[in-house]
């Protein structure tokens, strides 16, 4: 979760929401970053946890993600658990939920739905505190309170 804040960090540069992501592969070893690139690219889709898969799937050569942990300081969205879906990610890592717009557990839980083609383990919590102050600080900062 260490290296997927350093990586959130990176996207205060360009104003971005402060998410940060990593895919790790079967051995525990980071093979693709990512954070929230949509205002420095103009991308809709740029989500740490898409900008991470796709330079995963470049990573591996496939799109086939099998294997793979997505660590994520944030709960993913509905187009990024759906992206999780499709990408065949065997396990999700969470730093803070996301009550408003969660979809691995909080508002819905797309990667465990019972007619999902492929299930992910999901785990969250982690260094949620941590995780949660950033996105907090950031917010603040916007509305300058």
Not at 125 to 140: I, K, P, Y
Request: glycine fraction near 12%; charge should be negative.
């Amino acid at each position: 979760m260490g290296r997927a804040l350093d990586e959130a960090r990176l996207a205060l540069g360009s104003g971005d929401v402060p998410v940060g992501a990593v895919v790790l592969d079967g051995s525990g070893r980071a093979i693709a970053v990512g954070h929230n690139e949509r205002e420095a690219t103009g991308d809709p889709t740029a989500h740490a946890e898409v900008v991470a898969l796709r330079a995963a799937a470049a990573a591996r050569g496939e799109w086939r993600l099998e294997g793979c942990t997505l660590v994520v300081t944030l709960e993913p969205c509905a187009m990024c658990a759906g992206a999780l879906l499709l990408s065949r990610v065997s396990r999700l890592v969470i730093g803070a939920w996301d009550p408003k717009a969660g979809a691995t557990g909080s508002v819905w839980d797309l990667v465990r739905d019972a007619r999902a083609l492929h299930r992910v383990e999901v785990v969250g919590g982690v260094r949620a505190d941590e995780c949660g102050a950033l996105l907090r600080d950031f917010f603040e900062a916007r509305r300058g309170s």
